[in-house]
């Protein structure tokens, strides 16, 4: 008989001594929204324009997977090669417009403790885990099932889930255009800041992956601080 043996962990817990910084917003102001992401959970929340966000990677090398809507019309939604075609740069960092299928911003990166984030990888999920890593990672939800639930909260599905962004994740372009998936840059308590550029529904996947690095094989959580920047 042949045993089979998985990777993944039992449970939303993460490494016993995983160094951790909870942190605090990027930029000053009133508080509104103050929510902490478990490892492998989804999570949404609705940033008025003008409000940021601030996004911790609580535990460091944490992939936080993103999409976002503008909030009065979910078909108007983030869109990567729009904003990959205005920026003319194949990462996301300070100063990027992160743009919509109707090429509007949406929001903008205007705070950043790591070098850059990805918008190229994708999301994880079980069909794309058992073709890579095989059958036995196929009971193990990934960012795609957890797209999906939080999804659900706001009247969306299947169709309405596209190409995301993946804050924190380094997948390096290499210079004959090959893309890594490789450890990250990050560090725990190290942030990033969204400022809203429309009223935006935002959905984050605390991605789950445990069969490359991007989590540094130790989910860990995800804090979200939303400001009225003062
Ligand atoms: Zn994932």
Redesign the pocket.
Same mark, same amino acid.
């Given at each position: 008989m042949t045993m089979i043996r998985s990777t993944v962990p039992v449970g939303a817990s993460f490494a016993d001594g995983s160094e951790l910084d909870w942190a605090q917003s990027l930029v000053p102001g009133l508080v509104v929204l103050d929510a902490r992401v478990p490892p492998n959970a989804p999570w949404s929340g609705v940033v008025a324009a003008g409000q940021v966000l601030t996004i911790v990677d609580v535990g460091g090398n944490q !992939?936080g997977?993103c999409l976002m809507y503008n909030a009065a019309d979910h078909d108007e939604r983030y869109s990567a090669p729009d904003t990959l075609t205005w920026e003319q740069n194949a990462y996301v960092s300070t100063g990027t417009v992160l743009r919509s299928n109707e090429g509007r911003p949406l929001m903008t990166v205007i705070g950043n403790e790591i070098d850059r984030h990805d918008t190229i990888g994708g999301?994880?999920?079980k069909e794309s885990n058992t073709l890579r890593y095989g059958h036995h990672v196929m009971y193990h939800h990934?960012?795609?099932e *957890?797209f999906l639930a939080e999804a659900s909260r706001h009247g969306l599905g299947v169709r309405d889930l596209v190409s995301n962004l *993946?804050w924190f994740m380094n997948v390096p372009v290499e210079a004959d255009g090959a893309l890594g998936i490789v450890d990250g840059l990050s560090a725990p308590g190290r942030r990033v800041a969204v400022r809203a550029e429309m009223d935006v529904l935002v959905l984050v !996947?605390n991605?789950?992956?445990m069969n490359n690095p991007? *989590?540094d094989f130790n989910p860990t959580p995800l804090r979200m601080i939303v400001v009225e920047p003062s």
């Open positions: !992939s997977d999301a994880c999920g990934g960012c795609r *957890n *993946n !996947s991605c789950p992956q991007c *989590n």
